[in-house]
C-alpha cells in the first residue's frame, strides 16, 4: 500500500473516533490521497513537516507526534520511484557525479 493510501487511512480511522473532528480528519485524508503530504511531492518545500504543522495546529497532537516520528515517511520503493521522475532526474542532474554515486541517484538519459 502506497504511503499517501496508509495515510489517508489512518487520519480516517482517527477521524472516525472523534466526535467533533471528524469532518477535519476526512479533509487532511481527501488531501493526503492525492499525494499532497507525499516526501517526495513537489507541493511544499517539506510535505511531511508541513502535515505535521497543519496537524498541530488543528490541536492534532497525537497524530502530528506519529508523522513526527517517521510512521508515514516514504518508503524505499517510492523513494526509487521519485530518483525516476522528472523531478527527481532534475534534482540528480544539479549534483555531482560523486554525489548522485553516495545518493545511489543514476542519470537516465
Not at 32 to 49: K, L, N
Not at 65 to 87: L, M
Request: charge should be negative; hydrophobic fraction near 35%.
Amino acid at each position: 500500500m502506497r504511503t499517501r493510501d496508509r495515510l489517508a487511512s489512518e487520519l480516517r480511522k482517527v477521524g472516525a473516533l472523534s466526535t467533533r473532528h471528524t469532518a477535519t480528519y476526512e479533509a487532511f485524508a481527501k488531501r493526503a490521497e492525492t499525494g499532497e503530504f507525499d516526501d517526495y511531492a513537489d507541493t511544499y518545500v517539506c510535505p511531511i513537516t508541513q502535515l505535521h504543522q497543519e496537524l498541530t495546529a488543528a490541536g492534532f497532537d497525537k497524530f502530528a507526534a506519529r508523522v513526527a516520528n517517521g510512521e508515514f515517511d516514504a518508503t524505499k520503493e517510492e523513494s526509487d520511484e521519485w530518483a525516476r521522475s522528472p523531478s527527481g532526474q532534475e534534482a540528480a542532474r544539479q549534483l555531482s557525479p560523486e554525489m548522485r554515486k553516495v545518493l545511489g541517484l543514476d542519470l537516465l538519459n
